[in-house]
């Protein structure tokens, strides 16, 4: 019987090492199957944090350029109303011209008108 005892607590310690084993298998089993759990739900959670945070972008992106537009048509429309004011400029340096010429016609005509007018 001596020798039946060491096999058996040999055995023993064995079957509790690999239960043992086996136990601490499975928990790390379960821990890597929580870990893969958070890991895809804080992907997902990110993809959609992502997606949201590009939508937000892109709406502000689409209201600045909208706002570059309207700028854009402004500016347009003060260099239609530039081009316009210069040419009535032109135009009124043109009439000027004219008037300064007929007021010199008339003054030498009026000169000639004088100064042939024995009265004067």
Same mark, same amino acid.
């Given at each position: !019987? ?8 040999? $055995? ?5 090492? +690999? ?5 601490? $298998? ?5 821990? +890597? ?5 958070? $890991?895809?739900? !804080?992907?997902?959670? !990110?993809?959609?944090?992502?997606? $949201?945070? =590009? ?6 992106? #689409?209201?600045? +350029? *909208?706002? %570059? &537009?309207?700028? +854009?048509?402004? /500016?347009?429309? =003060? @260099?239609?109303?530039?081009? /316009?004011? *210069?040419? @009535? ?9 004219? %008037?300064?010429?007929? *007021? @010199?016609?008339?003054?030498?005509? &009026? #000169? ?6 024995? =009265? &004067?």
């Amino acid at each position: !019987m001596d020798q039946l005892k060491l096999p058996i607590a040999l $055995v023993v310690a064995m079957v509790l090492q +690999i239960s043992g084993g086996v136990w601490w $298998v499975s928990q790390q089993a379960q821990t +890597i199957s929580q870990l893969q759990k958070t $890991v895809a739900e !804080m992907s997902s959670r !990110m993809a959609i944090e992502e997606n $949201v945070n =590009m939508k937000r972008d892109i709406t502000e992106v #689409k209201s600045r +350029i *909208l706002d %570059i &537009h309207e700028e +854009i048509d402004d /500016m347009w429309e =003060m @260099e239609t109303s530039l081009s /316009m004011l *210069l040419t @009535e400029q032109i135009k009124l340096k043109g009439r000027l011209s004219v %008037i300064e010429k007929e *007021l @010199e016609f008339f003054e030498r005509d &009026h #000169k000639k008108l004088t100064d042939s007018d024995p =009265m &004067h």
